[in-house]
């Protein structure tokens, strides 16, 4: 039996050498448009897509595959003598190997001026459809989608005639996870166009980044996998300068900390533990910033996740280096900052693009059997509606403590409460059970510099202990969203103790 190549791909990355490489093996090529072109140019023999359908490309080459001659020839089962005789009936040559890539279609929606007439001109049809066909007749058809992959299909139709089946199973096993992570983008694209916000089905897709060691714990297996044309100013997107790989653990926390980072315009200093933040500092410079977030929490910083949007300089780098960190995430490393950090074998360096696009995503939560969806929190202050229901204003001092507190509170476990002034965090109390509880830890961390200090909550006061709790403290403003049926007893014991107390009407709650 005479064998036959199909070649049609957008990618034509090592196409030339991999069509070479069939010659020898004693395929002919056939080929279309482009990729045709190519190899023709290249000295390679090729028959014309249109010579096997005996049907010109048409529609602007809309349609140049999709035909029985092309169909026929990759499902036919070749053990089957139904199939066989059919095949000859129709003047059919068998196929048996495919390589296809397809249209650009993420790299076409990637640009920033794209129209939806060319990201809809940039949907393969003819392609997915030819790699769906071979990969269903993987037994007799040998289908290739990656360019990664042409060496080793080569190596075993020089060594052992054809393709071996396992190879088969795991290159159409491939193709499907191409062609259904293909469609999840052009889904996501076009349920965008059409302004649909909760879609009877959902389907997303994502790029292994990177295999982990393992997951929350040794026994649990883990991978990392990152959104195709995802938000830039991300951990996904991180570039790691220095140290060993991140664990799960790792990502999860420096996710938190760049959320929380990325509140701030000002020099800012977030030092994460377990997916919370144990310090936050801001300053004039990343030097006093980071001062300010290690005197948050001296004990809890350790072997903590630090992340810090301005250049680590050289100043900044000798503080660091006196510290046992896991990680260190900034926008730069100056050239003696990077020399001074990296004399530390363990610590872990990564840099993010802090001018990076920030794209609006959903969050999703997987459960059990399911998955939750929902709006990322990026409600900020401008989104607050600031109201003061006690007879104390805060002072301009309070109210700069008062949003620094609002915008790290957004980002602590639930239920959640913040102790602050105005350049750092003093206290916090995070994932408690009852909010007067998470109260008594953010206050008792704090101790005596919670005296003139402000206090930020995540949600409503049920009842006014909290208030109660802050005042004996020495708190002297706090911030919550309002709306409990007992905002009233919160309001009178604030004014009781001279509280100045700020409702935003936003919750933050964070499971």
Not at 98 to 118: G, R, S
Not at 323 to 331: D, R
Request: proline content about 4%; hydrophobic content about 40%.
């Amino acid at each position: 039996m005479s064998k036959r190549a199909l070649l049609s791909v957008s990618d034509k990355t090592g196409i030339v050498e991999f069509a070479k490489g069939l010659k020898e093996a004693g395929f002919e090529i056939v080929s279309t448009g482009g990729t045709k072109k190519a190899l023709t140019e290249n000295g390679i023999e090729v028959t014309g897509i249109s010579e096997v359908t005996g049907f010109p490309e048409i529609l602007d080459g809309r349609v140049k595959t999709l035909h029985p001659n092309v169909h026929g020839a990759l499902l036919a089962r070749h053990g089957d003598p139904e199939h066989q005789s059919q095949l000859e009936q129709h003047n059919i040559t068998p196929i048996q190997l495919v390589c296809v890539n397809l249209y650009p279609f993420q790299q076409t929606i990637a640009k920033p001026d794209v129209t939806a007439e060319d990201a809809i001109e940039n949907i393969d049809i003819g392609g997915p459809t030819m790699l769906r066909s071979a990969a269903k007749n993987h037994e007799y058809v040998t289908v290739v989608t990656d360019p990664a992959d042409y060496e080793a299909v080569l190596g075993e139709l020089f060594e052992q005639g054809e393709a071996q089946p396992a190879t088969k199973r795991r290159l159409a096993a491939k193709v499907f996870r191409h062609t259904a992570s293909y469609d999840a983008v052009i889904s996501e694209y076009m349920t965008k166009h059409a302004e649909e916000e909760n879609p009877e089905s959902l389907t997303v897709t994502y790029e292994l980044k990177q295999t982990l060691r393992y997951g929350e714990n040794p026994h649990q297996k883990a991978s990392f996998y990152k959104k195709p044309l995802g938000s830039a100013f991300s951990i996904a997107h991180a570039e790691q300068l220095h140290g060993k790989e991140l664990s799960y653990n790792n990502i999860n926390d420096a996710d938190a900390s760049i959320q929380i980072v990325k509140e701030f315009k000002e020099p800012a200093a977030v030092a994460v533990k377990h997916m919370n933040p144990c310090g936050v500092g801001t300053g004039s410079s990343v030097a006093e910033a980071f001062k300010k977030a290690y005197e948050a929490d001296e004990t809890s910083i350790f072997g903590g996740i630090i992340a810090l949007n301005r250049e680590v300089d050289k100043e900044t780098a000798e503080i660091l280096s006196g510290i046992f960190l896991e990680i260190v995430i900034a926008p730069h490393f100056s050239k003696e900052a990077f020399e001074i950090l990296t004399a530390k074998k363990n610590i872990r360096l990564l840099t993010i693009d802090f001018e990076g696009s920030q794209k609006v995503e959903r969050k999703l939560t997987s459960i059990e059997g399911g998955l939750l969806v929902q709006d990322m929190d990026g409600h900020g202050w401008d989104q607050a509606t600031i109201t003061i229901p006690t007879k104390r204003q805060p002072t301009d001092q309070e109210w700069e403590a008062l949003k620094l507190g609002w915008k790290v509170v957004k980002h602590v476990k639930s239920n959640a409460i913040v102790v602050c002034d105005d350049k750092m965090t003093l206290g916090v109390g995070a994932g408690q059970m009852n909010r007067v509880g998470a109260a008594k830890i953010a206050l008792e961390q704090a101790a005596e510099r919670a005296k003139g200090s402000a206090l930020a909550s995540d949600a409503f006061f049920p009842m006014d202990d909290t208030v109660e709790a802050a005042a004996k403290a020495g708190i002297t403003a706090i911030i919550q969203p309002g709306g409990s049926v007992k905002d009233e007893d919160s309001i009178k014991k604030a004014d009781e103790y001279g509280i100045a107390m700020v409702f935003t009407g936003v919750r933050h709650f964070k499971h």
